[in-house]
């Protein structure tokens, strides 16, 4: 009996964040926001704040071999073209972990919101952090398309050994630039992602 009236007590707790989740993305993407794109950097209009400094050898996503975009989507973010810059169900999960089994945060963000943290925050597993990061993923959706979202993530994420952006990491593993890849090595590069500065 007491354990079925915990199952009941978590089943309803999560119930209960699963819906919070939802009113909350529904506040975060009923905001106005604003980016100003500047040569060399990204000003996020709502909060002031600059970006990471972008990379002078910025790769086009239409240089890169055909077929390209569609490995890096099934490596890194399979719903891409279906979500609007956050996964709800990973929200969900994420709450679920720190309020009620009090775990840290856990990963499973899209390529929208990796970008996000890129760009402009830090590593930091807090909701504080994880909301900040939904809301500027939101506004990057609004902002650029798919495709340009995509252009942004190669030159600009961590690739390990202390190289961001695709150029440098195509160069210290292949001595080759990202054009000259075969599809092959730009998959090996791309799962590199998952694990960076992994040997």
């Known amino acids: 009996m007491i354990a079925n009236l915990e199952r009941v007590g978590i089943f309803s707790l999560a119930f209960i964040s699963f819906f919070a989740s939802i009113s909350l993305i529904y506040i975060l993407t009923t905001e106005e926001l604003f980016f100003l794109f500047k040569e060399n950097s990204i000003k996020f209009l709502p909060d002031q704040s600059y970006s990471k400094e972008l990379p002078d050898n ?9 077929g390209s975009e569609t490995i890096l989507i099934n490596i890194e973010d399979k719903k891409y073209y279906n979500h609007q810059g956050y996964s709800l169900y990973d929200i969900h999960s994420a709450l679920f972990h720190n309020f009620f089994l009090e775990k840290k ?4 963000s899209t390529i929208t919101q990796q970008l996000a943290r890129t760009l402009f925050l830090n590593r930091e597993k807090t909701i504080k952090r994880k909301l900040t990061e939904i809301r500027i993923a939101v506004a990057l959706e609004r902002s650029l398309n798919k495709k340009e979202i995509l252009e942004y993530y190669l030159n600009t994420v961590y690739w390990g050994r202390g190289f961001n952006g ?20 730009f998959r090996e590069l791309v799962q590199k992602l998952k694990r960076p500065d992994h040997k």
Do not use: T
């Open 58 to 66: 910025w790769v086009s996503i239409y240089e890169l071999p055909k």
């Open 166 to 185: 695709i150029y440098f990491a195509s160069k210290y593993h292949f001595q080759k630039s990202p054009k000259d890849l075969n599809l092959d090595e």
């Open 105 to 108: 945060l856990r990963g499973a």
